[in-house]
């Protein structure tokens, strides 16, 4: 099963962090998934860890690529169509990261990984 990571979903795996859904802990260990990481979300990571609102990250911010690729995980590059999705989403959700995600998980037709509520307001699979 193919899947996008949100940010969130990333960090706490990688943190061993308690907030992390068994459902999701499951499926992020299951051989069975084939885990995505959108290029937005190196871009979230190395932007809150320079403002200093990500201080346990360096190492990841700064070596994100090598990173996800030991996690075993795939990157996710952002594309024109992606681009152009997120920006003509409807609705008021400012974050543009999360709307990346959401047009990237609409785009490619994939469920994303996420406790995030807000992505159910635009039909994209959510698995929390």
């Known amino acids: 099963?193919?899947?996008?990571?949100?940010?969130?979903?990333?960090?706490?795996?990688?943190?061993?962090?308690?907030r992390l859904s068994p459902k999701a802990?499951?499926?992020?260990s299951s051989f069975q998934t084939d885990a995505f990481v959108s290029?937005?979300?190196?871009?979230?990571i190395a932007t809150k860890f320079r403002l200093g609102k990500l201080l346990n990250v360096g190492s990841f911010a700064n070596d994100f690529?090598?990173?996800?690729?030991?996690?075993?995980?795939?990157e996710l590059a952002v594309t024109v169509e992606h681009g152009q999705r997120a920006g003509l989403l409807p609705?008021?959700?400012?974050?543009p990261f999360d709307r990346m995600l959401v047009a990237q998980a609409q785009a490619?037709?994939?469920?994303?990984?996420?406790n995030e509520k807000i992505f159910d307001q635009y039909h994209v699979r959510r698995i929390w």
């Open 25 to 28: 802990a499951a499926l992020l």
């Open 1 to 18: 099963m193919k899947v996008l990571l949100d940010t969130h979903t990333l960090l706490w795996w990688t943190l061993n962090d308690p």
């Open 65 to 74: 690529g090598v990173r996800i690729a030991q996690l075993g995980f795939r």
């Open 108 to 114: 490619e037709n994939m469920p994303i990984v996420s």
């Open 39 to 44: 290029a937005a979300t190196a871009w979230e």
């Open 91 to 95: 609705g008021d959700h400012r974050d």
